[in-house]
T-cell receptor, first 112, second 114 residues
Framework: DTAVSQTPKYLVTQMGNDKSIKCEQNLGHDTMYWYKQDSKKFLKIMFSYNNKELIINETVPNRFSPKSPDKAHLNLHINSLELGDSAVYFC???????????FGPGTRLLVL | QQQVKQSPQSLIVQKGGIPIINCAYENTAFDYFPWYQQFPGKGPALLIAIRPDVSEKKEGRFTISFNKSAKQFSLHIMDSQPGDSATYFCAASMGTSGTYKYIFGTGTRLKVLA
């Protein structure tokens, strides 16, 4: 199926650990995004990459480091996890110049 | 100025009713306004979207009304069904160099009673 996919779906970890979330899209898009949805369901953009280049970085702590090995993948590495990082993280993608974004199923991160 | 205000926070309607969700924005640089539907445990899925040069757009049972002068837009769901029970998010898009970011509203939890 053509889609935006994320792994893992669930992630439970201890405070202070380092973890990564992976995103892949097979829609042929060249722009990818990370959004964070907090416990109140508020969705906020974190990063955007276009052709592997960082375009948007929305005042996210530098413990969060996105990496785009190629146009189809955008990973999110989080160092020194904190309780406040518990949220659902969504990856999205779009064509450059097109405004419609397609979202993945989300990764539910719980930091204990 | 980059906020998108959404109301109501929650909404309960009877089957066949017409729920209306409203959004307002301040920044006139926004140039694309999508609505997303999110079911529990799933990612947001695009429902319908509108550009500011259009006052209304219909797709199936979903209609966006857009008032550029008031900087407001709304989603109407005609003949609502229990399967429409979900959280709805409006968003506004702005950007440059071909990359656009969405500013989302706070979401409306809709419940359609059978």
């Amino acid at each position: 199926d053509t889609a935006v996919s994320q792994t893992p779906k669930y992630l439970v970890t201890q405070m202070g650990n380092d973890k990564s979330i992976k995103c892949e899209q097979n829609l042929g898009h060249d722009t990818m995004y990370w959004y964070k949805q907090d416990s109140k369901k508020f969705l906020k953009i974190m990063f955007s990459y276009n052709n592997k280049e960082l375009i948007i970085n929305e005042t996210v702590p530098n413990r969060f480091s996105p990496k785009s090995p190629d146009k189809a993948h955008l990973n999110l590495h989080i160092n020194s996890l904190e309780l406040g990082d518990s949220a659902v993280y969504f990856c999205a993608s779009s064509h450059t110049g097109r405004k419609t974004q397609y979202f993945g199923p989300g990764t539910r991160l719980l930091v204990l | 100025q980059q906020q998108v205000k959404q109301s109501p926070q929650s909404l309960i309607v009877q089957k066949g009713g017409i729920p209306i969700i409203n959004c307002a924005y301040e920044n006139t640089a926004f140039d694309y306004f999508p609505w997303y539907q999110q079911f529990p445990g799933k990612g947001p899925a695009l429902l319908i979207a509108i550009r500011p040069d259009v006052s209304e757009k219909k797709e199936g049972r979903f209609t966006i009304s857009f008032n550029k002068s008031a900087k407001q837009f709304s989603l109407h769901i005609m003949d609502s069904q229990p399967g429409d029970s979900a959280t709805y998010f409006c968003a506004a898009s702005m950007g440059t160099s071909g990359t656009y970011k969405y500013i989302f509203g706070t979401g409306t939890r809709l419940k359609v009673l059978a």
